[in-house]
């Protein structure tokens, strides 16, 4: 480490150039006080963070670090600002949330304000999206240790050559965290405050200390820049690739969306593919790139035999979040809940064995691969969409709970999360939906829609949840190409197309009806139902070609 000094002011690390720090100057910063840290060595946001914040060094070389009090992101907190260069774009409602920019203006110095005070203030430059034609340049100033080494773990990080001349930033992340917003202030509904400025290109955090909302906010900024700026669909789902074959040409590729509880993880955790990554995606015109360079996956009950690749980048370098640890050896116990249930590990992508470096498949993808757990037992384990049932089922992003026992509920419970990530998106989800099937059409990638979930009845009614062997035999007919060559039979009222046959699956598992034909009629029905309830907000968007591909019923 070594310290460099712009006249009086206090730049360690990787130097900025004079115009960085006209730039903070401007911004407001007190550079005569404030002392910046800028892409600090992981070794010396380590010491900082147990120095200074509490952290602990666990038995593992991961490093152990706490949130506060807020443990998972504040989606009712989050704002975006409504001004004339996006406001007809933005998808405005319960997701996005309008305020002026006199607030955002008001939090902004509030959150400079407040890093003016601190001793040390972190810089991390970094990119989101490995693919140099689409990625954007990313700056995050942050007050905390945790936070700086959060993002050099989730965004990619960049090259010495590359931070040198890494120039303006195409955007901004002042994470003031530990500073609580007015909650009196115009739009403001309590004391945290996650909001964006697309006119600006700046972010702002304020009252929470939880690194995911700096993850989540600069995939929302992805999700409107992808489409609007560059013409490309992103995506929340994660991304695998064939090894390449013996003449060298790049495998082929599946796209995997899945709520939580799908499998989305486990199934496109494949050690026998190479993983492009886990969470975020662009589908471009050239092929499909990772938006991250780490990952952010949960420990809750984490252990080395369900989840080895996880389990085996949790070493230096990473960050455990909110993880309890026994203080006389500094284990972590990834079962204990006491702190939160949202227990998380960051680490770079290239901790995963069979990750691709870099995260980029310079082929459009061949596979869409759409995950529910449906508790109805409704769905069939595979089905085969159109490019107009994939624009449905894609809008829908269905999955659904099982009953719990504290409420003394006894029915499953739908959920649709539009898009597989309603809480990211920016523009209307009919949006993303039109460019998947416009895409899916342009490159003739195909679609599958698999229920991981109950089979031969549902979770009330005497089925079994669909064993997992038989979803890895669904998925490795899909990559070898057997489904595609498949006899097809439909199911009458969501119109899907079922495979007769797939190798390593029994062929009475594939046809959803129950033994009790009249109980899956009713059942359905009844599914089918909550299908065009919930999609009934997006019909005025929605081509009639899109309405007519989800389930018929009176």
Known sequence: MFNKQHGHHNVEGNDFLGKDIQYFSQA??????IHIKRNAPVAALY????MNEGAVLSSTGALINFSGKKTGRSPKDKRIVYEDGSKDNVWWGSVNIPIDEHTFEINRERAIDYLNTRDNVYVFDGFAGWDPKYRIKVRVIASRAYHALFMHNMLIRPSPEELENFGEPDFIIYNAGQFPANRFTTGMSSTTSVSINFRRNEMVILGTEYAGEMKKGIFSVMHY???????QLS???SANQARPGPDGQEGEVSLFFGLSGTGKTTL????NRLLIGDDEHVWSDTGVFNIEGGCYAKTINLSAEREPEIHGAIKYGAILENVVYNPADRVPDYDDVSITEN?????????IPNAKIPCIANKQPNNIIMLCCDAFGVLPPVSKLTPAQANYHFIAGYTSKTPGTEDGVTEPSPVFSTCYGAPFLVLDPTRYASMLEEKMTQTGADCYLINTGWVEGGFSSGGRRCPLKYTRAIIDAIHSGALKKAEYQTHPVFNLAIPKKVEGVPDDLLNPVWKDADAYNDAQSKLAGMFQTALKKYEATMSDAVKQAGPQVA
């Open 225 to 231: 820049l992808q489409p609007v700026k560059f013409g």
């Open 343 to 351: 227990t998380r590990c960051a680490y770079p992508i290239e901790y």
């Open 47 to 50: 010491e900082d963070a147990i």
């Open 28 to 33: 407001g910063f007190d550079m005569d006080k």
């Open 235 to 237: 995506l929340h789902s």
């Open 268 to 271: 496109s955790a494949d050690p």
